[in-house]
């Protein structure tokens, strides 16, 4: 059972253009979000969190949208630049349950920003 | 500041063999934790060892088992290698103390079973 689910294995931006890569979740008990960043050879980077308690978060070129209602959260990157393609994963992890390392991945999105 | 740093990079074995992977944690950081990913997958969490003792497992048989050391560094051992265990074995590493704070990987070792 895929908790947490990134539908679109693949997108393709122009450089300069917004990248929106989407997760969806389906466990209620989730209540703090990550996006990491992998490149191959490398282990997964973290990018950016947004807690339950907010519904946007922001650093830098990096925007991260949380819709509870909905149980889906998005990563916007703007403006993408052709640095940014790697294989994105969503992930997620519940209220304290003592095992704060935890965390319920996506099976990511690989994304390539052309020139 | 020094990274999470994993070996080997690379590991071929035998199908019934028992392998060990080793992690050297970020500096400062007293949890350690392993995830599995397999080709295609994203990372699925084996365990967690915080204090020297595993409080967090996710599914995977006990021969799965592992280590933490007083220094904080931490062992991964398989035992009766299955062709299915052929993945990305990755380490992280945290504070305890700051549950929200974000995982640290290593560059993982890829094991590979014949």
């Known amino acids: 059972d895929q908790q947490v689910k990134q539908n679109s294995p693949s997108l393709s931006v122009q450089e300069g253009r917004i990248s929106i890569l989407n997760c969806d979740y389906t466990n209620s008990m989730f209540d703090y979000f990550l996006w990491y960043k992998k490149y191959p050879a490398e282990g997964p980077t973290f990018l950016i969190s947004i807690s339950s308690i907010k519904d946007k978060n922001e650093d830098g070129r990096f925007t991260v949208f949380l819709n509870k209602s909905a149980k889906h959260l998005s990563l916007h990157i703007v403006p993408s630049q052709p640095g940014d393609s790697a294989v994105y994963f969503c992930?997620?992890?519940?209220?304290?349950?003592?095992?704060?390392?935890?965390?319920?991945f996506g099976t990511g999105t690989r994304l390539q920003v052309t020139l | 500041e020094t990274g999470v740093t994993q070996s080997p990079t690379h590991l071929i074995k035998t199908r019934g063999q028992q392998v060990t992977l080793r992690c050297s944690s970020q500096?400062?950081?007293?949890?350690v934790s392993w995830y599995q990913q397999a080709l295609g997958q994203g990372p699925q969490f084996i365990f967690q060892y915080y204090r020297e003792e595993e409080n967090g497992r996710g599914n995977f048989p006990p021969r799965f088992s592992g280590l933490q050391f007083p220094n904080y560094s931490s062992e991964l051992n398989v035992n009766a290698l299955e062709l299915d265990d052929s993945a990305l074995y990755l380490c992280?590493?945290?504070?305890?103390?700051?549950?929200?704070?974000?995982?640290?990987f290593g560059n993982g070792t890829r094991l590979t079973v014949t």
């Open positions: 500096s400062g950081h007293n949890t």
């Open positions: 992930a997620a992890s519940e209220r304290d349950t003592g095992t704060a390392s935890k965390l319920t």
């Open positions: 992280a590493s945290s504070s305890q103390g700051r549950l929200r704070s974000p995982l640290h």
